[in-house]
């Protein structure tokens, strides 16, 4: 098996940023612990990582935000109370985000962006291929994005983005790809790439959502990549690096970049209001509250609106 053709095994999620879109409350909260429903936002992305068959994660952190750690860690006085108090539900629950994965974090220390927060893996990666997932992305559970974005690397080689069509006047907000199609329907290859274009230059409508299967060779590049939009260190650019050396000479080491279409259901918990409807839409599936809140909800709708 090729190098770029090894097993993935390690998942790593970069959860080191401020979260100012939701001051006050990431004051003192990381973001990532912001409940969706009654689970924090970034157990489900560990979630979504485990049932990909990636029970290594990487978490990438910074300052303020040892809660993640807390939460993934034991806690044995609180499961001590609920074992005494017979609560076999919620002690389940909580010992559930413990034994998720194998857990490891290291901390970013300077804010240079995504593609620096990637670079901070690499002594824990090495060579292998692995996945990023991006916190303020979801992905429902019913839509296996990464499981297939595995598959497309294991048949491709390279490195895999994930990419939706998203209207064109919100392409500004997400890296932008230029594809070409495969024989795969959802599957295309990736001629370039560029950060939050202005709508009247971008290249497509497919825009770059929070998930990666990366070659590691994206670390060599990484550390060559200056510092572009936001005076940060992109990982689009070193996508785009990877996606010219490919293109420049087939067998340039890295392979080639594809994309996998997605349209399934995705919930963007890093904007107020989407944080808002991925809360409610959430809420309204699940078996134990939906009845009741879809009822209650039909009810304020209809008086209120």
């Given at each position: 098996?090729?190098?770029?053709?090894?097993r993935?095994?390690?998942?790593?999620?970069?959860?080191?940023?401020?979260?100012?879109?939701?001051?006050?409350?990431?004051?003192?909260?990381?973001?990532?612990?912001?409940?969706?429903v009654?689970?924090?936002?970034?157990?489900?992305?560990v979630e979504?990582?485990?049932a990909?068959?990636?029970?290594?994660?990487?978490?990438?952190?910074?300052r303020?935000?040892r809660?993640?750690?807390?939460?993934?860690d034991?806690?044995y006085?609180?499961?001590?109370?609920?074992?005494?108090?017979?609560?076999?539900?919620?002690l389940?629950?909580?010992?559930e985000?413990?034994?998720?994965a194998?857990?490891h974090?290291?901390?970013q220390?300077?804010?240079?962006?995504?593609?620096?927060a990637?670079?901070?893996?690499?002594?824990?990666?090495g060579d292998?291929?692995f996945?990023v997932?991006?916190?303020?992305?979801?992905?429902?559970?019913r839509?296996?994005?990464?499981?297939?974005?595995?598959?497309v690397?294991?048949?491709?080689?390279?490195?895999?983005?994930?990419l939706?069509?998203?209207?064109?006047?919100?392409i500004?907000?997400?890296?932008?790809?230029?594809v070409?199609?495969?024989?795969?329907?959802?599957?295309?290859?990736?001629?370039?790439?560029?950060?939050k274009?202005?709508?009247?230059?971008?290249?497509?409508?497919?825009?770059?959502?929070?998930?990666?299967?990366?070659?590691?060779?994206i670390?060599?590049?990484?550390?060559?990549?200056?510092?572009?939009?936001?005076?940060?260190?992109?990982?689009?650019?070193?996508?785009?690096?990877?996606?010219?050396?490919?293109?420049?000479?087939?067998?340039?080491?890295?392979?080639?970049?594809?994309g996998?279409?997605?349209?399934?259901r995705?919930?963007?918990?890093?904007?107020?209001?989407d944080?808002?409807?991925?809360?409610?839409?959430?809420a309204?599936?699940?078996?134990?509250?939906?009845?009741?809140?879809?009822?209650?909800?039909?009810?304020?709708?209809?008086?209120?609106?």
């Amino acid at each position: 098996m090729s190098q770029s053709h090894r097993r993935i095994s390690k998942a790593v999620i970069p959860a080191a940023g401020l979260g100012t879109r939701f001051l006050p409350a990431t004051k003192a909260t990381p973001k990532e612990m912001l409940p969706v429903v009654d689970k924090p936002a970034i157990q489900y992305v560990v979630e979504e990582a485990v049932a990909a068959g990636l029970d290594d994660v990487l978490m990438v952190t910074g300052r303020n935000k040892r809660p993640l750690e807390d939460h993934f860690d034991r806690n044995y006085e609180l499961e001590s109370a609920l074992a005494n108090k017979g609560d076999a539900e919620r002690l389940a629950k909580v010992q559930e985000s413990s034994d998720l994965a194998t857990m490891h974090y290291v901390r970013q220390g300077d804010p240079k962006g995504l593609g620096h927060a990637v670079l901070c893996a690499a002594p824990h990666v090495g060579d292998e291929p692995f996945a990023v997932l991006l916190g303020d992305d979801l992905i429902d559970p019913r839509d296996p994005l990464l499981r297939r974005m595995i598959e497309v690397q294991e048949t491709y080689g390279g490195s895999v983005v994930a990419l939706m069509e998203v209207e064109p006047e919100q392409i500004h907000l997400y890296g932008c790809a230029a594809v070409k199609p495969t024989a795969d329907s959802d599957v295309v290859q990736v001629t370039g790439l560029v950060e939050k274009p202005d709508p009247a230059e971008a290249p497509s409508s497919y825009a770059i959502i929070g998930r990666y299967v990366l070659d590691p060779h994206i670390f060599d590049i990484l550390r060559r990549t200056e510092p572009g939009r936001g005076n940060e260190i992109q990982l689009t650019d070193a996508l785009q690096q990877l996606a010219q050396n490919h293109f420049a000479t087939a067998d340039a080491a890295g392979g080639p970049v594809h994309g996998v279409v997605f349209k399934g259901r995705r919930y963007d918990t890093g904007d107020r209001g989407d944080y808002l409807r991925a809360i409610v839409r959430l809420a309204c599936e699940r078996e134990d509250l939906g009845p009741d809140f879809r009822n209650w909800l039909k009810r304020y709708v209809a008086e209120e609106m």
